[in-house]
């Protein structure tokens, strides 16, 4: 199955399975780049949320026109935070922010739930390193990619340059089919 990018600077199509890496500045406007990548061509998607809460996540959504009616979210955050959580039709959570299994379970109960093209948005890398460690988040992220594989889904990983040593990147770069590079200045170039 192909599905259309939709990333400025990269192939119009890419085959299902594949996962992407976002490598941006700390500051980067990320928001344009993932939205676009969600809203194209797509049945279902989820957004997994380390950093804003679920609310936040659907105003993005709703700011840059995106399909809420095709959106999952999984928000890792709220707890954290200390507010509250209630479940709905396409909410969901995970116990606390380092619970990088129920991440990951989520992910496979999402993509054997819905049917046709779907995408994935784990937004982001950084964080779930944050409150985890970065080789467990590695491996959710290598777990992650292979239910992409199975599923013939796609999906996009955000990954601060800022915050992780440049060999850390350099090993997560290897872990995906491509590269989107992100600049401060709002350039974009993708490597697949």
Same mark, same amino acid.
């Given at each position: 199955m192909e599905y259309t990018l939709a990333i400025e600077n990269g192939p119009e199509t890419i085959p299902g399975g594949t996962g992407l890496l976002l490598v941006h500045p700390s500051i980067g406007e990320t928001d344009r780049i993932d939205t676009d990548f969600l809203k194209a061509d797509t049945d279902a998607f989820l957004v997994v949320s380390t950093r804003?809460?679920?609310r936040e996540v659907e105003q993005k959504?709703?700011?840059?026109d995106v399909d809420e009616s095709k959106a999952t979210i999984l928000d890792t955050i709220s707890v954290e935070r200390g507010y509250s959580r209630r479940s709905g039709d396409?909410?969901?959570?995970?116990?606390?922010p380092d619970d990088l299994d129920g991440v990951v379970d989520s992910i496979e109960r999402f993509l054997t739930a819905h049917d046709g093209k779907r995408r994935v948005s784990v937004d982001s890398l950084t964080e779930m390193a944050y409150y985890a460690d970065e080789e467990a988040t590695y491996? !959710? !992220?290598? !777990?992650i990619l292979e239910l992409l594989a199975e599923h013939d889904a796609v999906g996009l990983f955000h990954l601060s340059r800022e915050v992780h040593e440049e060999e850390r990147i350099d090993r997560f770069r290897e872990l995906f089919d491509g590269v989107v590079d992100l600049q401060a200045d709002g350039s974009v170039s993708v490597e697949i």
């Open positions: 804003t809460t679920a959504l709703e700011y840059y396409d909410v969901y959570y995970v116990a606390s491996e !959710a !992220a290598a !777990a």
